[in-house]
């Protein structure tokens, strides 16, 4: 005999009869990834994304992933840029923070980027509503802030495991190069087309010395904090130490 299906089964309230759990919950989980720690240029991003479980399916099926594995170029960006509309459409909350250059030099001569990457993670933790998980990429970076919060873990690549944190790295990624694009904008009318994403390729060591040569100089948003042993032939290493003595060490961030 074939039994049919309840009314409550198929997910409807039946008078005088408590609502049943859903067999999977509709959990909130806050991700935490960062774009532009490693370049030369520019500025650096952090972002947080609050998902709920259907919100992180409905993205994973529409090809949220790793912003990194989207490759580079205009391309790239565009798919990046459509998917972080869609996150905005579906999450449940949204924040980002950008670190200028300025503000990355003051704590990288103090050895303190890690733990700017945490106060600031700290920060929009703070912000977010209560969550189920919090979720941060980088294991030993981010790990001290468990003690803080019962419900954080911090894991490696959580981007490739965790809907939340690939949010996140496509939300910080977009606004980082954007950031990049405008600095493009500013120098090639003059310098000619700028690729490399303010990273330490050879694009960009290209175009860096395209402008010293002409300025003598780092262009403004260069990260003084970084080495530059491929421009030493042009500024000398004693007009790259003045540059970078010119750092103030004292100041607080």
Known sequence: MVVPWSWSELGYSVAGMPPK???????????????GRGPAIG?????AVALDSKAAAA????GLCDSKAYGAGEEAH?????LAAEVRARA?????IEVEHTEIDQRVCRGE???????LAARMIEQAPPCDKIIADGKRMFSALALRFTQFISVDRAEEHHASVAAASVVAKVIRDDRFNAIRARYEPELGP???GGYANAATRKWLRAYVERYGKLPD??????PYPHLVDLLGTARLLKSQGELDFTDTV
Do not use: C, Q, Y
């Open 21 to 35: 759990r859903p067999l999977f919950p509709n959990r909130l989980t806050l991700g935490i990834d960062e774009a």
């Open 59 to 62: 993205l994973t099926r529409k």
């Open 194 to 196: 700028i690729a490399g």
């Open 43 to 47: 500025p650096m991003v952090m972002a």
């Open 221 to 226: 948003e260069a990260r003084l904090s970084w």
């Open 113 to 119: 980027l890690n733990v700017l990457e945490r106060e």
């Open 92 to 96: 449940k909350f949204i924040m980002h």
């Open 78 to 82: 565009a798919v990046r840029t459509e």
